[in-house]
Each structure stands twice: as structure tokens, then as C-alpha cells.
């Protein structure tokens, strides 16, 4: 059997603009931006917790409150995987995802639109990559 693997990502010239407003914790210091789930063709795909890198920084045109998020990932679809048959055709696409900020502490879930404001959500890339396995000469 072999892995189709997916690079899910979100470039850092295009980011996820937020606008903080919780005071319990800031991006980076208490609380951990997470990409939850991808949605690919349709189809929703949940992300293990540690199955994408995200990035999170100040962001100094955003003034106070201002942060930015980008993210890059790599996730493998085993042959008998559910979700394998809407890996199968895709090369390069736009997805949309699930954005998250998890306090590192106490485990809370930040309220969109309570404890922060999303200002600017494009849409992120995927890419599928051969996932064939290296034979030994």
C-alpha cells in the first residue's frame, strides 16, 4: 500500500489577518492558532492537531490586536483511508479551512467574533505529491 501525501498550505504573502480582542493570552503567548479541518472538493477533512504547522506574528500594519496566521502541513492518505477517493484526483487546488486559537493552559477555545476578528481569510493551497516508496537498487 502506499500514501498519497497532501501539502496543505497557506502562504505567508497572503495570511490570515485577525484582530485580537480576548485578554486572557495573545497569538504566540497563550494561545495556539490550529487548522482544524481542510475543506477539499466538498468534502470536509479533519486535522489532527499536529498535522499542520501554524505560524502566528504581530502584525504591524494591523496596529494593537493585530496578528497574522499562515500555515503549512503535510498529511498522508493511506490506501484505505475514507477520505483517500477525494485525495485520488487532485493535483493543485484552493481549499478553504477551519481556523481555531486553543488557550495552551486551560485548553479554552477562543469565540470568533468575541475574542477575535477574523479581517482577511483567503483561500489556501494544496498539493498533492506522488506517494510512492523508494525501492532499494
Known amino acids: ?8 498550505r ?5 495570511p490570515i489577518r485577525v484582530k485580537w ?5 495573545v497569538p504566540g503567548d497563550g494561545y495556539k492558532a490550529q487548522i482544524t479541518a481542510v475543506k477539499l472538493q466538498g468534502k470536509t477533512l479533519q486535522m489532527d492537531n499536529s498535522a499542520i504547522l501554524e505560524q502566528t506574528a504581530p502584525d504591524a500594519a494591523g496596529g494593537i490586536g493585530g ?3 499562515t500555515f503549512n ?3 498522508g492518505f493511506a490506501e484505505t483511508h475514507p477520505d483517500r477517493k477525494h485525495v485520488e484526483a487532485l493535483t493543485d487546488a484552493e481549499i478553504e479551512y477551519e481556523l481555531a486559537f486553543v ?3 486551560s485548553g479554552r477555545v477562543a469565540v ?12 489556501a493551497m494544496a498539493h498533492k505529491i506522488s506517494g510512492r516508496t523508494p525501492t532499494n537498487a
Open 112 to 123: 470568533e467574533n468575541e475574542d477575535y476578528r477574523v479581517l482577511e481569510r483567503p483561500a
Open 10 to 14: 497557506l502562504n505567508p504573502d497572503r
Open 67 to 69: 496578528y497574522l496566521v
Open 103 to 105: 488557550h495552551e493552559d
Open 21 to 25: 480582542l480576548a485578554t486572557d493570552g
Open 1 to 8: 500500500m502506499s500514501n498519497v501525501l497532501v501539502n496543505f
Open 73 to 75: 502541513g503535510m498529511v
